[in-house]
């Protein structure tokens, strides 16, 4: 158990290497291929592939910086507790405050685009509300899973993992086969700052494999997992990526992708509906088991660091606690849930996903300041990553849409009161 910590029992270590890293997939390869990608190509154009690109190298080194940390300080929190131990207690609370209200961004986006591709499968005409409610009733459906214990959920991840991929494999050739090069030019629409804002939201798309450092506490042989587990998962979600970011424009068009997130929330089936032959309806399941894999990942990793904050008292201590088994913090997985939906009725997925941007980018500079404060004998990588990883999370924060850079510095805010108030209780 983890300093300061509050009674509650510890939770088993349950996952080697390929539960690892089938976790960490089932958290990328999911809303950040199958909605964000249509929404960075409205932003930037064609040039979206360069974002998918910078994304993913930005992603690398934050990568290497949370795989050397989790490896040192296997426990459920992430950067939660890395601030905590190597920083200040005011850098750990804020880094667990803005992944909570990030991560719950990203999970509410994932909950509507598994409604808009669900209800574009079944041919509705949905509006606004009747996507709210079926992206409800897949959150409820998540939760159920999540609290049947690690061991299921990660046998889940893997069924949702296998059909996601192969479904966007298939996108990737029909774009390429069926497309047109002339769809690539003019590539750069919007200059640099489009280029930037589309960038920092595409390192989101990556930011899954932080779900294996916030599951440490449940890893087996940690120091060797961790490492390998984070390094496979980024590239092989780089890849789909890539292929997915040019299939997509070849095929329909950046103003293309761009429309059907404003129109069905469900860009990629769009797209492969031109091609006919019933090709829509295999990426759409593919898109509907990936969406429900990033929520199943998202509540896991949220509840993990609502369990850590709660041992330290930083939130009720009741979230600290797990169940008799050892294997879910039930409370914490709950009021997960709750804030998630509750950022679900907003309704709109660019407008969570740019608010996650800012708060994600802001979460992982301080997982690179803690790893640069990792003593030599704990450092497996280069000091110079870390500080690469800083830089570009600071830089890439400020090129967000300004009204979730106002939002998000107004929720850091309001967390510092919160700590304030919970340390004086």
Known sequence: MSDGAAPGGELRRDLGVGGAVVTGLGSIVGTGVFVSIAIAAGITGPSVVLAVVGGAIVATFNGLSSAQLAAAHPVSGGTY??????????????????????????????????????????????????????????????TGVVLAGIRRSAGANAVIVSVAIGSLLVFAVLGVVNGSTERFTPFVVAGAPGLLEATALMFVAYTGYGRIATLGEEVRDPRRTIPIAVVVTLGLSMVVYVAVAVGGVAGGGADGLAAAVGGSVAPLQSVAEQSGRGWGLVVGVGAIAAMLGVLLNLVLGLSRVLLAMGRRREMPSVLGRVDVRGTTPVPAVLVTAGTVGAIVLVGDVRATWEFSAFTVLGYYAITNAAALRLAPDDRRFPRWVSWAGLVACAFLAWWVDPTALAVGLGVIAAGWVWQSVALRR
């Open 81 to 142: 507790e890395y601030g905590h131990r190597l920083l200040h207690p005011r850098a750990g609370f804020t880094a667990g405050w803005l992944f909570m209200a990030a991560k719950s961004a990203s999970a509410a986006t994932a909950a509507l685009g598994f409604a808009g591709y669900l209800l574009a499968l079944l041919g509705v005409d949905a509006g606004r509300w009747d996507v709210v409610a079926v992206a409800l009733g897949g959150l409820v459906l998540v």
